[in-house]
Structure formats: structure tokens, C-alpha cells
């Protein structure tokens, strides 16, 4: 058990670190139109993904999703992550690397809003007052800033909102991954060929390297949520939850030392409101863990 636990932590690190050196990634391809990435980010990604498939020979779509809804609600899913993909895209080619960072350190809060506007799931202290500081940064950077910070709370919510419906839908995440992102490939594909017939597609400059790029942007988009999978399976949430801040550090770290992004006084406060809620939102994921443990422990001390 411990051997795969510690996989499973490994699994987890690799996923993290893989996206908070996105930015490095997506700025290769600067020069490239940031809808054009996404179609061929949304198109390999497909290619990669019904390949990994068909290799699994011991299961089929139909084994894991059986009813029409659920089919549906994959287009749904999978447009929302396509949307939260292009904004990300966009956003690391058009510098705004650290609002991209914030967007994903405030994820977590987003999610416990969700559950409790939608799950009905009830908040605790620790939760409200985080959720108060990180709404506190976001006003004070908007007023002293002068600028909504769009990118961020679009990235958030858009991936809050799929983990939300992914969550109701209790699906496998390889078969959900697959139909997801073959339901976009018909409008990547076409949007590529469009490019293509209009001489105004990357792909009609002979660049290799840029080719190449575009080419790996379904296995680099895969693979990380593959690791997340296989993490997701052999530890906890609470587990994923700490390790997940490994991606917007990375982020904001490359930022503000790669790429010399602004870092104003507005950032500072907006930040650190913040990360100080997200130790409030730790320490009572700790608190409860710790509680966890000792409930287990307690009915194991009770077997005869």
C-alpha cells in the first residue's frame, strides 16, 4: 500500500509540475494565432487520446457510457475545458502569465463556492473566511488596478464548473477524456482546414519546429491528465488538493523571473489575500484529515 501511495504522490507531482511549465510551452508558440493552437491542441489531443483508447483493449466506450444524457453532457464538458484551454493559451501568449496564476490559485475556492451554491454543501468558518479574503483581492485589485480580472475568474470558473459536472457524472475519466475531446475534433479539424485552404494556417509555412510543436500539443495536453488520473486513484483528494498549488507557483514564478511580468502593488495585496485564505482553506483540510485518521483508527481499535 505504501509503494502505491507513493506512486500515486509521484503521479500527482509530475501532473502539477507539467502544468506550472505550461507557459514555457505555449510561449514556443507565440507567433502561432492562439485559436489555431487551441484547434490543434483540441485535434491531437483526440488523435492521442481514441489511440491510448483502442491500445486498452479490455474497454469500450459503451461499458462506461451507456445513456444518451451523459453523452450530451460530455459535449458540455468537453466545450467548457476547450474554452478554459484557449483562455489559458491566450493568455500566456498575450503576458498575462500571472493573472493566469492567480485564475488557478483561486480554483480551489471556486470549488467550495460551487458546492455550496449547487451541492448544497455547507460552508465551514475557515471556508467563509476564505472565500471573503480571496472576494477581498479581487475587489481591491479591480478598483486599484482599474481592471477586472476577467482571465482569472474565467479560468477558474470554466475548470471549477467541469470538475463540478465531471464530479455528477461519476464517470471513468479515460473513456470521459476520450468522448470529450472526440466531440471536438470535427470543429478543430475543420477550423485547421479552413486555415489551411486560406494560405493563412501555420501549417502553410514549412517550419518544422513549429509543426512539431503543434503536433505534441495532444500528448502534452494528455498526459498530465492521465498522471492526475492515476494520482486521483491512489491518494486523496486531500493530497491533490496541497499538491495542486505546485501549478500556479510554477506559473507565477516563470512570470515574473522568465518572462519579467508587472508586479504591482494591486498584485501584491490581490495575492496575498490570496494565499492567506488558502491557509485558512489548508489548515482545515489538515484539521479535518487529522479527524479522518483518528475515526479510522478508532474503528479498527473495535474489530474483534
Known amino acids: 500500500m505504501k509503494s502505491e501511495y507513493r506512486k ?8 502539477y509540475c507539467i502544468w506550472g511549465l505550461f507557459p514555457l510551452y505555449w510561449r514556443l508558440l507565440d507567433h502561432v494565432d492562439s485559436i489555431e493552437i487551441l484547434a490543434h491542441r483540441m485535434l491531437w489531443s483526440g488523435v492521442f487520446m481514441v489511440t491510448l483508447f483502442v491500445g486498452l483493449r479490455h474497454m469500450r466506450l459503451r461499458d462506461h457510457i451507456q445513456h444518451r ?11 467548457l475545458i476547450s474554452f478554459n484551454w484557449g483562455l489559458y493559451i491566450w493568455a500566456i501568449n498575450h503576458g498575462y502569465i500571472l493573472q493566469s496564476s492567480l485564475g488557478y490559485y483561486i480554483n480551489p475556492l471556486v470549488n467550495v463556492l460551487l458546492g455550496s451554491l449547487v451541492l448544497h454543501e455547507r460552508l465551514n468558518r ?27 475568474l474565467g479560468l477558474a470558473f470554466s475548470f471549477g ?10 464517470l471513468n475519466a479515460t473513456p470521459a477524456l476520450t468522448v470529450e475531446t472526440i466531440w471536438m475534433m470535427p470543429a478543430a479539424l475543420a477550423y485547421i482546414t479552413f486555415l489551411c485552404a486560406k494560405g493563412q494556417s ?17 500528448a502534452v495536453t494528455a498526459i498530465p491528465l492521465l498522471l492526475y488520473g492515476k494520482a486521483a486513484e491512489r491518494i486523496t483528494l486531500t493530497d491533490l488538493g496541497f499538491l495542486q498549488y505546485v ?17 504591482t502593488i494591486a498584485h501584491i495585496v490581490c495575492f496575498a489575500c490570496i494565499w492567506t485564505g488558502l491557509s485558512f482553506f489548508t489548515i482545515d ?8 485518521d483518528g475515526h479510522t483508527v478508532v474503528k479498527k481499535m473495535k474489530l474483534p
Open 8 to 15: 500515486g504522490l509521484i503521479y500527482g507531482l509530475l501532473c
Open 69 to 79: 444524457r451523459q453523452w450530451l453532457m460530455l459535449l458540455l464538458t468537453g466545450t
Open 126 to 152: 475557515a471556508q467563509a473566511i476564505a472565500l471573503i479574503l480571496a472576494l477581498a483581492g479581487v475587489l481591491y485589485f479591480t478598483v486599484d488596478n482599474g481592471q477586472f480580472p476577467i482571465i482569472s
Open 161 to 170: 464548473i467541469y470538475g463540478l459536472l465531471k464530479k455528477k457524472m461519476g
Open 202 to 218: 501555420a501549417l502553410n509555412v514549412v517550419d518544422w519546429w513549429t509543426w512539431l510543436l503543434l503536433l505534441l500539443a495532444g
Open 247 to 263: 501549478s500556479p507557483t510554477g506559473q507565477f514564478l516563470i512570470g515574473i523571473l522568465v518572462y519579467k511580468e508587472s508586479f
Open 285 to 292: 483540510l489538515l484539521r479535518h484529515r487529522k479527524t479522518a
